[in-house]
């Protein structure tokens, strides 16, 4: 378990460490800042697409050697970033540490595999958690390095440790966890997920930049959307579906994937709104004017918080079903933001609302692959959680579009003699929190239609038998 949590860090670790380097890296690399945020949108992109694609792999070819060659692809893309400063490589690279995304739910499929039933909840849990710590971890981390180092140094850290989780899960993780699944994979399936997913997050994600009515997001995007129903009938009609869509469309996988959605609108929104909010300058009458360390140091006792909370989490699962921690987990989110709205001028109270968020995501990240895995088959594990964080990830896009066009919609001149810079005001961070309680509302009424008894798949464990060891001998 410590060498899969290692594992689920580092994925999110990659995701984030990257932003404090922002600024810098037009000058150091010669480009525009518009090319250098493809190095963001280069990750999400790979990300995303290879969530459901490595999960199926993984189901079909063994997820101990498809986490390890994620792991090595990963370490790959940051020995790249340390080597160069030519931004075509920088942009491949980070579309190679892209595929650390899919460590988590090839992680979970293996605990799936390897633990007892009733210690399936706990540990599944404990492993959602580590994506807040490496993303909290991730920003204080790169602040530091930029302040005192050469960039390039943040990715050889990055590297050895990606080299170190690479080596420790090939040497720990279980060979029985490299078990196959007979049958063939889906490549056609594969590549029209890759081209409608492509199309539709890069238009959300560049649409601020390029013009929401440029040809090139209306283009992009359309054409997106109109593959995506290609993908769908294909995968429907195909013996080995990428995607078993059929048992997609059951409510009791549906409605987590749905949940998924919203609540990573919210998630992204916390990470987004605090890091801007307390660096705004003073001037701004609301702003407190801190360094990029500070402010990602608010958002590091959220993601400790988030591991804290993961046994509590697994006890309230077991004891009142993962359906009622995800209402709960939606719940908190929902009263963070409102708190946010009212409390968001000292760092104190800027801090303990990012916290307050984290404890409800906490709860909600380990909840939601506990319905899945409750609603599907053994050997569709790690395709169905790939296609649950794909869902978060949608809506982590989503969230990003929403928060720029807010606080760059909504702002706030300063006076000529500060400088009559344009910055956001507070009403729009107020704004952005409501909108993010708001989805965790959506998020608890759709968990709340969650069915309590549903009929499994053959082989599933039920929530009863996740809550106690089975008596049937092995």
């Known amino acids: 378990m410590p060498t899969l949590a290692f594992g689920g860090t580092l994925m999110a670790l990659m995701q984030t460490v990257i932003v404090p380097l922002l600024p810098a890296l037009p000058g150091d690399t010669g480009s525009s800042p518009g090319t250098v945020s493809w190095m963001l949108t280069a990750t999400l992109l790979s990300g995303a697409v290879l969530n459901p694609v490595l999960g199926r792999a993984g189901d ?201 959605l919203v609540t990573g609108f919210a998630f992204y929104a916390n990470w987004l709104a605090t890091v801007q909010l307390v660096q705004a300058p003073e001037e701004t009458g609301y702003g407190l004017g801190a360094s990029a360390l500070v402010a990602s140091l608010c958002l590091l006792p959220g993601g400790l918080t988030m591991v804290l909370m993961s046994p509590v989490s697994a006890r309230l699962s077991a004891a009142r079903g993962a359906r009622s921690t995800l209402v709960a987990g939606a719940l908190v989110i929902a009263v963070a933001y409102v708190v946010r709205v009212f409390t968001s001028e000292q760092m104190w109270t800027i801090a303990a609302g990012a916290t307050l968020c984290s404890v409800g995501t906490g709860l909600v990240y380990s909840a939601l692959p506990t319905l899945v895995i409750q609603a599907v088959p053994a050997e569709q594990t790690a395709a169905a959680t790939g296609l649950n964080v794909l869902m978060r990830t949608i809506g982590q896009a989503l969230c990003s579009t929403v928060v720029t066009v ?32 708001a989805a965790s509302l959506v998020a608890a009424l759709t968990a709340a239609a969650i069915p309590r008894t549903a009929t499994h798949p053959a082989g599933v464990e039920t929530r009863d038998s996740l809550r106690r060891p089975s008596r049937t001998p092995s």
Do not use: N
């Open 406 to 437: 807010v606080l760059t919609t909504v702002t706030v001149t300063l006076p000529a003699g500060a400088g009559g810079v344009t910055y956001a005001s507070l009403d729009a961070y107020r704004i952005v929190f409501a909108l993010a309680a």
């Open 60 to 260: 079909m070819y063994g997820r101990r050697r498809i986490l390890v060659g994620a792991l090595v692809v990963m370490t790959l893309g940051s020995a790249l970033c340390a080597l160069t400063s030519d931004i075509g490589v920088l942009i491949t690279a980070r579309a190679l540490q892209g595929t650390a995304a899919a460590v988590v739910p090839l992680a979970t499929g293996i605990l799936r595999d390897e633990l007892p039933p009733h210690r399936v909840g706990s540990a599944v849990a404990l492993m959602s958690s580590t994506v807040g710590i490496g993303a909290a971890a991730g920003l204080p981390l790169a602040s530091v390095v930029v302040q005192h180092a050469d960039w390039h140094v943040l990715f050889w850290v990055t590297t050895g440790l990606g080299v170190f989780g690479a080596v420790l899960s090939w040497w720990v993780l279980p060979r029985s966890s490299s078990a196959r699944t007979p049958g063939r994979f889906d490549i056609v399936g594969a590549l029209l997920l890759t081209t409608g997913l492509v199309g539709v997050l890069l238009a959300v994600s560049k649409g601020e930049d390029w013009g929401w009515s440029s040809p090139a997001v209306l283009g992009i995007g359309a054409a997106g959307l109109l593959v995506l129903p290609v993908w769908g009938r294909h995968q429907l009609r195909v013996r080995e579906p990428l995607v078993d869509l059929r048992l997609a469309a059951r409510r009791t996988v549906l409605l987590p994937h749905l949940a998924a």
